[in-house]
């Protein structure tokens, strides 16, 4: 591995990523429904662009790994799938409570409490990227296969 750039720099996304959730969240507790709404779009947008790229780019090249304990393709996928349900979930109540009169104050404790939820998958599939899928792409990526991503978002 030595003098080889490690897919693991990819996982910079995920500090990115939890950055925005925690400026989403912290916007929720202020009352703000606007700004949480925006702050979660853009977590969203980063959030399914990094679950395309792994999709659409990495997985196929984790395949060549074989079997994984703990690391079957299906539990990225399914993590993913998850996860997009969640924020699907989450938009629905603060659309819903940013058009009810009164005390959002419920709205945004249901919605804290949901994520508390997907925070923890969150972290789960962090482990698991972390753990399992960006060691094995280390592995079983060719050369060109590894400079090529890594190139084209910017050296990760």
Do not use: C
């Amino acid at each position: 591995m030595s003098g080889r750039r490690s897919f693991s720099r990819f996982l910079v996304v995920h500090r990115r990523i939890k950055r925005l959730f925690r400026a989403h969240q912290l916007a929720l507790i202020s009352l703000d429904l606007r700004k949480a709404k925006r702050l979660l779009e853009q977590f969203e947008w980063e959030l399914l662009d990094h679950i395309r790229v792994e999709e659409q780019y990495l997985l196929p090249i984790y395949r060549r790994a074989g079997d994984i304990p703990g690391g079957p393709e299906i539990f990225f996928t399914g993590e993913h799938r998850a996860l997009r349900r969640f924020i699907a979930n989450f938009k629905q109540i603060i659309r819903r409570y940013s058009v009810r009169q009164g005390d959002i104050r419920k709205g945004v404790l249901a919605i804290l409490d949901r994520e508390a939820m997907f925070k923890g998958l969150l972290h789960h599939h962090d482990l698991r990227e972390r753990n399992i899928l960006y060691p094995a792409l280390d592995r079983v990526a060719t050369e060109a296969e590894r400079r090529q991503f890594l190139s084209e978002r910017g050296g990760a």
